[in-house]
């Protein structure tokens, strides 16, 4: 599934995910992530606006290190969770990022 009105592409994920929040780590399911930003499913949801460490683990790939904010919470079918817009990204996460939406969506 590939989402084309946003500026970013956006494809459905999968990948585990974590989060460094203020009571210690919540571990969840990134389920879509774009190059702005991503949808965190997780039972254990932040504040919006609060900014915190996050680490997704792509398959065969090094885990993406990012900062995120959290912009809105949001119940799925599969779950409630947080959308994350990333505020700080590395170029090689970034690059990661990029291919696998790239792949997911075609692009490639």
Known sequence: MFTC???????????????????????????????????????????????FDMQ??????????AVGEVRYHHQYAEGVGMGIRFVRLGGADLSQISQFVDSRAGLS
């Open 56 to 65: 997704i683990q792509l398959p065969g790939a090094e885990p993406i290190r």
């Open 5 to 51: 009105s946003r500026r970013n592409p956006r494809v459905y994920c999968g990948a585990p995910g974590r989060i460094e929040g203020p009571q210690g780590a919540i571990r969840g399911t990134v389920r879509n992530l774009s190059r702005g930003g991503s949808f965190f499913l997780s039972t254990h949801l932040l504040p919006v606006g609060h900014s």
